[in-house]
């Protein structure tokens, strides 16, 4: 389902748009979005990206320009999740703390990998298929691993 909400900023590829969940994004021009990606609300994806399959991108996230997703990559958003408040009460918008995470010009993150809530990737970074990244990447490194750790220069 691609909601009224998503704008894009151009001509975007999503070869079967029946199978993604793209509501409230913005997805800019030349983008590819693959089957089974959702994009919620908040998020913007650059310029002539491209979105594998099963990916996962939540509010607060912003993938720059030219940037490669892999399949099944997964972000986060929530550094401490939790389904209820202390009350006991179902934890609603608003309840909890929402923090941002970049993904930079340029940037190629691997299939399987997880981006913790609160990280940046640099410009022009290779996360390594399986990573976890836990902290900031710099510009231009190679880095995998769990945690992901730079291994060289790209």
Not at 23 to 42: L, P, S
Request: aromatic fraction near 4%; include cysteine.
């Amino acid at each position: 389902m691609i909601a009224e909400d998503v704008v894009m900023d151009g001509e975007v590829t999503i070869p079967q748009p029946q199978l993604v969940n793209l509501y409230g994004c913005v997805i800019g021009g030349g983008t590819r979005v693959g089957a089974f990606v959702e994009i919620q609300k908040g998020a913007r994806i650059g310029h002539k990206c491209k979105i594998s399959s099963h990916t996962f991108i939540c509010e607060g996230v912003l993938i720059e320009d030219e940037v490669f997703i892999g399949h099944n990559v997964t972000f986060i958003n929530d550094k401490e999740p939790r389904s209820t408040r202390p009350d006991g009460e179902p934890v609603e918008e608003g309840d909890w703390v929402m923090t941002p995470v970049r993904v930079c010009r340029g940037a190629a993150i691997g299939s399987g990998s997880v981006i913790l809530a609160g990280v940046t990737i640099g410009e022009g970074a290779l996360i390594g298929a399986g990573s976890v990244v836990t902290h900031d990447v710099p510009p231009g490194v190679v880095a995998f691993g769990s945690p992901c750790r730079v291994r060289r220069q790209r």
